[in-house]
């Protein structure tokens, strides 16, 4: 083979290496970004098992999560048969022995509800809540899905006006 003979064989094995190399580089690319995900995802998996399992020992599944935030954990009665506690149940245990329980942000809610006359604002009502309770520190969406938990249960009245969303105590709990 002559030199002019290869030149033609080697620009196509550079071309093909090229082509391979920035192929490779894509799918390294896409790789990344689907190992980011899935570490996020794994983050995100990893709080909803600690989320379980905080919330598995409590004595009343029927209360919502929104309403034990920063409340002292109690455990449930041993079961028969098991073979012991986690760690986190026996931390809790230990720390709600002694403690007054608060009351729920729900009851807070419809405290603060039964203070105005006129529908309120879920960001008003979160504000009246900061000031009034500093120990307290609900994020807005929790306020949100509590007001509309009791929204559910018949205990307050959502009224919309626009694109505002807007709350009172019901007929019921303003005459209880």
Do not use: C, W
Not at 21 to 40: F, I, P, S, Y
């Amino acid at each position: 083979m002559t030199s002019q003979s290869t030149a033609p064989l080697r620009s196509r094995l550079v071309d093909q290496a090229a082509s391979d190399l920035e192929e490779n580089r894509r799918r390294q690319r896409e790789l990344t970004d689907q190992m980011t995900m899935l570490q996020q995802e794994e983050a995100l998996l990893t709080d909803i098992l600690g989320l379980a399992q905080r919330y598995e020992g409590f004595a009343d599944p029927s209360r919502l999560p929104e309403q034990l935030q920063d409340e002292p954990v109690v455990a449930r009665a041993k079961r028969t048969g098991t073979a012991g506690t986690s760690a986190a149940g026996d931390r809790a245990k230990g720390g709600a022995k002694g403690k007054p329980r608060r009351p729920l942000l729900g009851d807070l809610l419809l405290e603060l509800l039964g203070g105005h006359e006129g529908p309120r604002l879920a960001k008003e009502l979160r504000d009246e809540l900061l000031e009034k309770h500093p120990d307290r520190n609900p994020t807005p969406q929790v306020v949100r899905n509590t007001l509309e938990s009791l929204v559910a249960k018949g205990r307050i009245q959502r009224h919309k006006q626009q694109r505002s969303v807007m709350y009172t105590l019901s007929q019921s709990e303003a005459g209880a």
